[in-house]
């Protein structure tokens, strides 16, 4: 079945400092890929997806693009807030009829100091 | 708005008993998702419903679990005759639409984490 491995946390960073958070997956067919966030005591928010090769996901200076050839899906921002400092999961969609059954990372806790 | 909706957040139980959680999708999704998050493990998929049906159970037990989702109502989770190795955060997530007619958007709700003494 289909299985995603991220980097593992926890990852802490200054104000400012630039975010990479890689994933690799292995899955059958072409998944479409997500990032999903999880702020303390809330659920999980879906942060940025991509959906075919080359595809590049972006949202609140968050970035991710799909690399087929190598499998990877990693997360990257220029310049990081204490706001951001929440749970990351890596995920990919299932392919054909079904694409809702994710397949999540184990997460990866960023926290980020002022 | 309100998102998706678990209750309990936390819930204790002695080994032996039952559990059952609770999942109020949002406005207008009328399918819904249960995950369940092992301790140091990712999210893994349990069961997907539509009102009154259950599409694909692949990832539940075999025994002990069970899922509906009636036509009023919340969806409920249900595991009889709790284990430790039940314990566990659960997660609901609900969408608008039919997946077959492409990926859609998961929203997720805040999750019952279930121990079990």
Same mark, same amino acid.
């Given at each position: 079945g289909d299985s995603v491995t991220q980097m593992e946390g926890p990852v802490t960073l200054s104000?400012?400092?630039?975010?990479?958070?890689?994933?690799?997956?292995?899955?059958? +067919?072409y998944p479409s890929l997500f990032w999903y966030v999880q702020y303390p005591g809330e659920g999980l928010q879906l942060l940025l997806k991509a959906t075919k090769a080359d595809d590049k996901g972006s949202n609140k200076g968050f970035e991710a693009t799909y690399r087929k050839e190598t499998t990877s899906f990693h997360l990257e921002? +220029? &310049?990081?807030?204490?706001?951001? &400092?929440?749970?990351?999961?890596?995920?990919? +969609?299932?392919? +054909?009829?079904?694409?809702?059954?994710?397949?999540?990372?184990k997460g990866t806790l960023l926290t980020v100091n002022p | 708005n309100a998102g998706v909706m678990q209750n309990p957040r936390h819930l204790v139980r002695r080994r *032996?008993?039952?559990?059952r959680l609770r999942c109020s999708p949002m406005k207008g999704h009328s399918h819904v998702y249960w995950y369940r998050q092992l301790p140091e493990e990712g999210l893994k998929?349990?069961?997907? $419903?539509?009102?009154?049906?259950?599409?694909?159970?692949? *990832?539940?037990?075999?025994?002990?679990?069970?899922?509906?989702?009636?036509?009023? *109502?919340?969806?409920? $989770?249900?595991?009889?005759?709790?284990?430790r190795g039940d314990s566990a955060a659960y997660f609901c997530a609900s969408?608008?639409?039919?997946?077959?007619? *492409?990926?859609?958007?998961q929203f997720f709700g805040p999750g019952t984490r279930l121990t079990v003494l």
């Open positions: 104000e400012e400092a630039f975010l990479t958070i890689n994933c690799t997956y292995t899955a059958t +067919g921002k +220029g &310049s990081v807030q204490v706001s951001d &400092s929440a749970v990351y999961f890596c995920a990919t +969609g299932g392919s +054909g009829g079904s694409n809702y059954k994710l397949t999540f990372g | *032996g008993q039952e559990a998929f349990m069961v997907y $419903l539509q009102k009154e049906n259950i599409i694909d159970e692949s *990832g539940m037990p075999k025994e002990r679990f069970s899922a509906e989702f009636p036509k009023e *109502g919340p969806s409920i $989770l249900r595991i009889q005759q709790v284990v969408s608008p639409r039919d997946p077959s007619r *492409g990926a859609s958007e």
